[in-house]
């Protein structure tokens, strides 16, 4: 369930671990801001009652005894509660930070003892049972009872004289300003948008290298990758170079062996040909002139095969359908059978040469193994587009072939005898040529057996 949720490409992964990251930290800093801000708010709130107490005082210090009790009377106030007793409310020396504070207020007095407690009482609900707004904000949905802060201290005035204070300290809710939030996102987002782009250019050579592969193994076509990006891929780039060099000198190499090979072997072919014309006519002389004529057949055929290897057109835009009319035509003029079904215009980037010699060789192997039970060929080819794909179905009404040998057929040199063998059999390679061609055009050949009897090409091609 989690690997659904996550995304599939790696920018995506990379990009969501980071985001996750930057959230995580801006959780952190924003709540300890909350909690500090919080915390000096509520310094401000004592600091204020301390004032309030160091100027009662210094008013006290400075006026007859007589008015004392008026005076404390007049500086009492809502949640701030005095009085004027022979002992101490708080009997130990509690917040000596507050009690220094207190003292630093009156330095010209002679405050001998302060004693100075905090204790966090609970807020009396209201009259109606309903909690307090200030406690819904600050509270919602966590269903937990707020606390205010109680400060409560006594201050040695005379021998016989104590201050006593109490103020409850309302324990203000650090909002964050709207201000501090669109910040926050803004800050965010840029960070994000920083993140996407760094991510992306330092997998961009991945990507590079992705793509090459793909055309090296449907096209064939070896081009070195710049050799730039992030340190840990370069190594992964300089290794992929240096074997689509090998692989291009191997396959060089190979097509050339071939090449030369069957050219050389012609010489000789056709000197043993020459000399078998002189020998006297008879059984003899015919089985010897077919062999050589096999021979000289599969030496064309490993030309072709190799020359597929070794040359390499430009691709140009090519109207399909007009070729394939122009070929049926010309296997019309044959005496064959073909049949065309197809659109009035299909225009598909292409290798000509190669596309028409793949054509050529279906149809070529459909007319030597594709004869029905009267011995004749019929051929049918239908063109049509699927999606962004050319595709072309060549079919015949032979006997068709086992299909436990459509893995076999498209391999050189690979004659299925016992199928579709015939006295002018070619040597094997018609489909392993044609294939390669289709592969090379980054498309695919299937094969398949017709229900009313036959066998069935179908070639699938991009338009781009």
């Known amino acids: 369930m989690i690997n659904k949720l996550l995304p599939s490409s790696l920018v995506g992964q990379i990009s969501l671990i980071m985001l996750l990251g930057v959230l995580l930290v801006l959780s952190v800093s924003l709540q300890l801001y909350s909690q500090d801000r919080q915390r000096a708010l509520n310094f401000v709130s004592s600091d204020s009652t301390l004032e309030r107490v160091s100027s009662l005082i210094t008013i006290l210090n400075n006026t007859p005894i007589a008015l004392h009790k008026e005076i404390i009377s007049a500086s009492q106030g809502r949640g701030f509660y005095l009085s004027l007793d022979t002992k101490a409310v708080v009997l130990e020396q509690g917040e000596q930070t507050l009690s220094n504070k207190l003292k630093a207020l009156n330095p010209d007095s002679t405050i001998e003892d302060v004693r100075i407690v905090t204790a966090q009482i609970k807020r009396p609900p209201r009259k109606n049972g309903k909690p307090h707004p200030h406690d819904e904000r600050r509270l919602e949905k966590k269903k937990k009872q707020r606390y205010n802060i109680k400060l409560t201290g006594s201050v040695l005035l005379s021998e016989q004289h104590w201050l006593n204070f109490s103020s409850a300290i309302d324990e203000q809710v650090a909002h964050l ?88 072997l012609r010489t000789p072919i056709t000197s043993l040909r020459l000399r078998l014309e002189f020998i006297e006519p008879g059984e003899d002389q015919k089985r010897m002139l077919e062999t050589v004529h ?41 005496g064959i059978d073909i049949q065309l079904s197809s659109a009035d215009r299909l225009i598909v980037r292409l290798w000509p040469i190669a596309f028409r010699r793949v054509i050529e060789n279906l149809i070529n192997n459909s007319v030597a193994y594709g004869q029905n039970e009267d011995g004749k060929v019929c051929i049918s080819i239908d063109v049509h587009l699927e999606a962004e794909n050319l595709v072309i179905a060549i079919s015949d009404t032979g006997q068709g072939v086992e299909e436990s040998f459509f893995s076999e057929i498209i391999k050189p040199f690979v004659r299925l005898d016992k199928a579709r063998d015939t006295e002018d059999s070619s040597v094997g390679l018609g489909l392993a040529i044609s294939h390669g061609i289709v592969h090379a055009h980054a498309g695919e050949m299937l094969f398949s057996n017709l229900a009313s009897g036959g066998f069935r090409v179908q070639i699938s091609l991009p338009r781009n």
Not at 216 to 238: L, M, Q
Not at 296 to 318: G, I, N, P, S, W
């Open 294 to 334: 096999q021979m000289e057949k599969m030496l064309k055929a490993t030309l072709d095969f190799a020359k597929d290897d070794a040359h390499k057109e430009v691709k140009q835009e090519l109207e399909v359908v007009s070729l394939l009319t122009t070929i049926c035509d010309e296997y019309r003029d044959q």
């Open 177 to 264: 300003p709207l201000k501090t939030v669109l910040w926050v996102v803004l800050f965010t987002l840029l960070i994000l948008l920083l993140m996407a782009w760094t991510v992306k250019r330092a997998l961009k050579p991945i990507e590079t290298l992705a793509k090459v592969a793909k055309k090296v193994g449907s096209e064939r076509d070896f081009k070195n990758i710049n050799e730039t990006g992030p340190s840990e891929v370069i190594p992964a780039i300089i290794a992929f170079n240096q074997m689509q060099e090998n692989l291009a000198s191997f396959i060089d190499d190979r097509s050339k062996m071939l090449a030369a090979i069957s050219h050389d």
